[in-house]
């Protein structure tokens, strides 16, 4: 895939989830006009507004927010279609003059759209439909097992509890007979020019955003989580497809089908948030060098300086 650099400058805020992204972005396409692109990748989902503590409609509605909520959760959406949806994204706002605010805790997204992306072949839908019809039923363990007897170099690369990197590599094999990992070398022009866009980690300090994850997840659960993960259920989609293991759908699914009682449903959802924030942090600290990282107190001071840098001084956030 190849996508040429755009002029647009962008303004881009990572970090894990629950460390006040959404907020800052908020405050910041506020202040400057400009508009709040999501590279969440739960949040694409529009099945999935209360789990993935999408914003609301009401902040929607204040200012711009574009890629948020526009992919049924039947799609097994990819990076490379985010990246296509993106770049269109990207070309509308700078047509306008816009700044776009790109906010999300996916930081694979944030790499590709500055670094590029590796040019794996198409997977034909109908090879899709044959490797996820044999996997079912069978464990991720089980999955990877298959998958390191195929293509050791790539199993090896992928956690035997990542199911849908696993059949993704399942995927690419069954198609291409060549290990996934033999497509992961030269990369895609980028979307953005990293040396245009101030680019921002917020990190908390653990404790904090722990107790975050988890208020955060006893405050989705009183908006409704529940009902939203029965209708997602009830539509008996594929359990690998990405939407169906958002964090904490898993969990209350199990209690929906007399699996698990309500407690632990939503203890497993508050755990796996926060072994995914350990991830997050660990991916960011190794794959996105260009961010630099922020603590709460630094936040305010840093990003004034980034709006600056790009001319857009006026208030302060």
């Given at each position: 895939?190849?996508?040429?650099v755009l002029p647009a400058r962008a303004i881009l805020i990572a970090?894990?989830?629950?460390?006040?992204?959404?907020?800052?972005?908020?405050?910041?396409?506020?202040?400057?006009?400009?508009?709040?692109?999501?590279?969440?990748?739960?949040?694409?989902?529009?099945?999935?507004?209360i789990i993935t503590a999408r914003p609301t409609p009401e902040e929607?509605?204040?200012?711009?927010?574009?890629?948020?909520?526009?992919?049924?959760?039947?799609?097994?959406?990819?990076?490379?279609?985010?990246?296509?949806?993106?770049?269109?994204?990207?070309?509308?706002?700078?047509?306008?003059?816009?700044?776009?605010?790109?906010?999300?805790?996916?930081?694979?997204?944030?790499?590709?759209?500055?670094?590029?992306?590796?040019?794996?072949?198409?997977?034909?839908?109908?090879?899709?439909?044959?490797?996820?019809?044999?996997?079912?039923?069978?464990?991720?363990?089980?999955?990877?097992?298959?998958?390191?007897?195929?293509?050791?170099?790539?199993?090896?690369?992928?956690?035997?509890?990542?199911?849908?990197?696993?059949?993704?590599?399942l995927e690419v094999f069954a198609a291409t007979g060549k290990p996934?990992?033999?497509?992961?070398?030269?990369?895609?022009?980028?979307?953005?020019?990293?040396?245009?866009?101030?680019?921002?980690?917020?990190?908390?300090?653990?404790?904090?955003?722990?107790?975050?994850?988890?208020?955060?997840?006893?405050?989705?659960?009183?908006?409704?989580?529940?009902?939203?993960?029965?209708?997602?259920?009830?539509?008996?989609?594929?359990?690998?497809?990405?939407?169906?293991?958002?964090?904490?759908?898993?969990?209350?699914?199990?209690?929906?089908?007399?699996?698990?009682?309500?407690?632990?449903?939503?203890?497993?959802?508050?755990?796996?948030?926060?072994?995914?924030?350990?991830?997050?942090?660990?991916?960011?600290?190794?794959?996105?060098?260009?961010?630099?990282?922020?603590?709460?107190?630094?936040?305010?001071?840093?990003?004034?300086?980034?709006?600056?840098?790009?001319?857009?001084?006026?208030?302060?956030?």
């Amino acid at each position: 895939m190849s996508h040429s650099v755009l002029p647009a400058r962008a303004i881009l805020i990572a970090g894990p989830t629950a460390s006040g992204k959404s907020a800052l972005a908020m405050q910041l396409a506020r202040r400057i006009g400009g508009a709040v692109i999501n590279a969440d990748s739960m949040q694409v989902y529009r099945d999935l507004r209360i789990i993935t503590a999408r914003p609301t409609p009401e902040e929607e509605a204040e200012v711009p927010h574009l890629l948020f909520g526009h992919v049924d959760a039947s799609v097994n959406y990819s990076v490379g279609r985010y990246l296509a949806d993106l770049a269109q994204t990207l070309k509308e706002l700078d047509a306008r003059g816009v700044t776009p605010v790109l906010a999300g805790g996916t930081s694979m997204y944030f790499k590709a759209a500055l670094y590029g992306l590796s040019d794996i072949p198409a997977v034909p839908a109908e090879v899709r439909a044959q490797v996820r019809e044999a996997a079912g039923g069978k464990t991720p363990q089980e999955l990877h097992a298959e998958l390191a007897a195929r293509d050791p170099e790539t199993a090896a690369r992928l956690r035997p509890t990542d199911p849908q990197r696993i059949l993704r590599a399942l995927e690419v094999f069954a198609a291409t007979g060549k290990p996934l990992a033999s497509f992961q070398g030269p990369r895609g022009a980028p979307l953005l020019d990293a040396a245009q866009c101030p680019a921002f980690f917020l990190a908390p300090e653990r404790e904090t955003l722990y107790a975050r994850i988890d208020a955060r997840f006893d405050r989705m659960m009183e908006m409704g989580a529940l009902d939203e993960i029965a209708r997602l259920r009830e539509r008996k989609l594929d359990p690998a497809l990405p939407a169906m293991r958002a964090h904490g759908a898993p969990g209350l699914i199990a209690y929906l089908d007399g699996r698990a009682t309500l407690d632990k449903a939503i203890m497993r959802g508050k755990l796996d948030t926060r072994h995914y924030a350990k991830r997050q942090f660990t991916f960011a600290r190794h794959q996105l060098p260009h961010f630099a990282w922020l603590s709460g107190a630094e936040t305010g001071a840093a990003v004034e300086a980034a709006c600056c840098a790009l001319g857009c001084c006026s208030t302060r956030i």
